[in-house]
């Protein structure tokens, strides 16, 4: 994959990130117009990043202990911090 390739990718996955799940599908359609290799490889981002987070959520909801949930939390925190 290209730089340009990835660029192109990273932007419209940022931009999807940026609408409501409901908005998402008219965008990606907009954007990717009759590129549904571009489109797919953002659908693929948007799962593992819809995944990722419900996974650490899921973790969080198990650990009883006080100090590692905030541990986890400075970690999400963190990580939605450096998306920007």
């Given amino acids: 994959m290209t730089p340009e390739r ?3 990718i990273r932007q419209i996955f940022d ?3 940026e609408r ?3 908005d998402r599908a008219a965008y990606l359609r907009v954007v ?3 590129d ?3 489109r ?3 659908e ?3 799962f593992l990043d819809s995944s990722f987070s419900l996974r650490l959520l899921r973790a969080y909801s198990k650990i009883k202990d006080q100090t590692v949930q905030r541990q986890l939390v400075s970690l999400m925190e963190s990580i939605a911090a450096n998306e920007d």
Avoid: K
């Fill in 20 to 22: 409501s799940e409901v």
């Fill in 44 to 46: 693929s981002l948007l």
């Fill in 15 to 17: 931009g999807a990130l």
């Fill in 36 to 38: 549904d290799e571009l």
């Fill in 6 to 8: 990835w660029a192109q």
């Fill in 32 to 34: 990717c117009a009759r």
């Fill in 40 to 42: 797919r490889e953002v």
